[in-house]
C-alpha cells in the first residue's frame, strides 16, 4: 500500500545537517509557472545526489537539501536549466497562482512590476504576498500575510490572515479595487509600515491585529 510506505524519511535537512554541512534550497520553475521540465528534474537529482534530499513544500517549491561544499554550483546549474531559487530569511517572498497555466495572464505583467519592486525587502519576519489572477482566489490568496486578489483592471488587498496553526484564518479585506497603477505603491507603504513599526521577529497577523487602529493606517494612499 504505497499511500503509507516509508511514512518516515530515511533522510532529513534535520538529520543531514546535524554538524551544518548541508544548506537548503527552494526551487520552483518560477513565480507563475508551476510546470518543471523533465531537464529540470533530471538537473535537480544530479545536484542532490546520493547524500542529499528532495522534499516537497506547502509553499510552491520543492526543497532540496545539498551539500554546503557545493552550493555555488549547485544553485549555478539549477539556474542554467531555468529553475528559480527563493530568498530565504525575513524578507518579502512571493508567490502567485498559475493563472490558469497561462490562460488568464492579465494580471501577469504587473506582478512581475511587484515581485521586481518588493520581493526581498527586510522585514521584522518573512512575509508571504501572494497575487492570485481573478476572484475565484484559488491559490488561497487570503490565507497569506498579503493576499493581492486582481479583478478587472484593479486589485483587493487583504490582510492579517493566520496562515496556520489551529487558529488559522483568512485575512480580512483591507482595500478594495486599488487600481493597477497604484498598487505597487500602495503594497510597498504597507511593508514600509510593517519595517517601521513592527517587532522584531512580530508575525505580520500580529503586527496588523496590534497596530491596525492606528492613524498611521488611515495614512495610506491608493491613488
Ligand atoms: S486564481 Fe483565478 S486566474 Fe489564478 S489559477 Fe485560480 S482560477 Fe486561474
Known amino acids: 500500500m504505497n499511500a503509507f510506505r516509508n511514512n518516515i524519511p ?3 535537512f534535520a538529520t543531514l545537517n546535524e554538524n551544518g554541512e548541508f544548506t537548503r534550497l527552494a526551487v520552483s520553475p518560477g513565480i507563475i509557472n508551476k510546470h518543471y521540465t523533465p531537464a529540470q528534474f533530471q538537473k535537480i537529482a544530479e545536484v542532490v545526489g546520493e547524500h542529499g534530499t528532495i522534499k516537497y513544500s506547502a509553499s510552491y517549491s520543492i526543497l532540496l537539501s ?5 552550493v555555488e554550483q549547485a544553485i549555478k546549474s539549477l539556474q542554467e536549466v531555468g529553475l528559480y531559487i527563493a530568498k530565504q530569511g525575513s524578507v518579502v517572498a512571493m508567490k502567485a497562482c498559475d493563472f490558469c497555466d497561462g490562460d488568464k495572464m492579465e494580471a501577469a505583467a504587473i506582478t512581475e512590476q511587484l515581485y521586481n519592486a518588493l520581493e526581498g525587502i ?3 519576519k518573512r512575509i508571504r504576498l501572494n ?5 475565484s482566489a484559488c491559490y488561497n ?3 497569506d500575510d498579503i493576499g493581492v486578489v486582481y479583478q478587472k483592471d484593479s486589485f483587493d488587498i487583504y490582510l492579517g490572515a493566520v496562515p496556520m496553526g489551529a487558529h488559522a484564518q483568512a485575512g480580512a479585506l483591507f482595500a478594495k479595487r486599488v487600481p493597477m497603477q497604484h498598487i505597487t505603491g500602495f503594497l510597498h507603504q504597507i511593508i514600509t509600515l510593517y519595517k517601521e513599526h513592527g517587532r522584531q521577529e512580530e508575525p505580520f497577523f500580529k503586527f496588523y491585529r496590534r497596530t491596525k487602529t492606528a492613524v498611521f493606517w488611515q495614512a495610506l494612499k491608493n491613488e
Do not use: D, Q, R
Not at 545539498?66 to 557545493?70: A, D, I, K, L, T
Not at 497575487?131 to 476572484?135: D, E, K, L, R, Y
Open 131 to 135: 497575487v492570485n489572477g481573478c476572484a
Open 141 to 143: 490568496a487570503v490565507y
Open 122 to 124: 527586510e522585514v521584522p
Open 10 to 12: 530515511e533522510k532529513t
Open 66 to 70: 545539498v551539500p554546503s561544499n557545493g
